[in-house]
């Protein structure tokens, strides 16, 4: 089989979840293409590249000129027809890409396919869905309604565009996304978690600098109309003090009071309120296999999670789920649960 994907890994310091990030791409075989951009210094970075050596289509070591500048190197040095990047602390699904190439397979017109993604956060415990994401809308042109690690698109397409900006350091994926809409790319949606991306107050696009606020204003400013623009300035600076900056009682509270105007991913909405029945797909990329995941829900034992061939114990909001196997390495264990009137899912975990 040829090589369908070329994915950029740009490493500009260490993560401990690099590992996971290297995992869950050699978790999707020979369809992948992976250029691995070391511009930390950093040995530990080096020690673990080592490590996936035989994996890599390509391999730099050294400065370069931004995150940008590394994924566009990594796509010249790669000859796959569809192209994709990962940061250190994101991670793919197992079958992500299986599940790509088969769409993309049905449908040999569209340019640009997304699916959803899971959120992690600092504590690598599972807080739901990337509420944000939505299936292909003009809304995209005012809010960036892609999950970039879960996103993948026609090399042709971009190149058409004039590829990726590497002048930009914080929006380059929603300036790509809304240059390609403009162009006439054809876009479309799998309703499946393709990838996992953590949400830190430590990360890059949690900051809200003077060089992001001027990217994004760039890309607001394009918009037609007063009110579009207005909507997209408010809602990028209510997603960022929310998430990075008042008190995590406070920003629950606002997504309570919202959430019936997001999506509802796999039941679960964007507070984390389970409807019917949610499901949530937990990925395990640790060396050591563990027996158990954890997850904490907000109304007591009113509400029941459980595991296929697991058993699970509750008390007080905790349900324990032991599994009858270990969960190893590039296991995907999906939770299922049961709610009561209100129940919230607040994390879940590897234990």
């Not at 950029?8 to 690099?18: K, Q």
């Not at 956060?121 to 292909?136: I, L, N, T």
């Not at 009858?324 to 590039?330: A, N, Q, T």
Request: negative net charge.
């Amino acid at each position: 089989m040829s090589a369908e994907f070329a994915i950029s890994v740009p490493i500009g310091a260490w993560h401990p979840l690099l590992p996971d990030c290297l995992e869950s791409l050699c978790a999707q075989g020979e369809r992948t293409q992976i250029a691995a951009l070391d511009a930390s210094g950093d040995a530990r970075v080096a020690d673990m590249l080592d490590r996936f050596d035989d994996r890599f289509a390509y391999r730099r070591t050294g400065p370069d000129a931004g995150q940008s500048d590394a994924i566009i190197e990594g796509w010249a040095n790669m000859s796959a027809p569809f192209l994709g990047w990962l940061n250190a602390d994101d991670a793919l699904y197992p079958g992500a890409l299986e599940a790509v190439a088969a769409r993309l397979a049905d449908d040999p017109a569209i340019d640009v396919l997304y699916g959803d993604s899971t959120i992690i956060d600092d504590a690598a415990a599972y807080r739901g869905f990337h509420w944000a994401v939505k299936p292909p809308h003009e809304r995209l042109l005012r809010d960036c309604i892609i999950s970039q690690p879960s996103c993948f698109f026609r090399r042709a397409a971009v190149d058409d565009i004039g590829g990726l900006d590497r002048d930009l350091h914080y929006t380059m994926d929603w300036d790509l996304w809304v240059r390609l809409w403009r162009a006439g790319a054809r876009f479309d949606f799998v309703d499946d978690v393709l990838s996992r991306v953590l949400w830190s107050r430590d990360a890059k696009t949690g900051g809200f600098n003077a060089a992001r606020r001027g990217e994004l204003e760039r890309l607001i400013g394009a918009n037609q109309g007063v009110i579009a623009k207005a909507k997209s300035r408010v809602g990028f600076a209510l997603h960022h003090f929310l998430e990075y900056r008042v008190p995590a009682a406070v920003s629950d509270r606002v997504r309570r009071r919202n959430a019936g105007r997001g999506r509802i991913i796999h039941g679960i909405d964007r507070a984390g309120g389970v409807h019917d029945r949610g499901r949530l797909p937990l990925v395990h990329y640790g060396e050591t296999p563990v027996h158990s995941v954890e997850l904490i829900l907000s109304d007591g034992a009113a509400g029941q999670a459980s595991v296929e061939g697991a058993t699970a114990t509750y008390s007080g909001g905790r349900n324990l789920i032991k599994t009858d196997r270990p969960i190893s390495k590039g296991d995907v264990v999906t939770v299922e649960i049961k709610p009561a009137s209100s129940t919230r899912l607040v994390t879940a975990a590897f234990a």
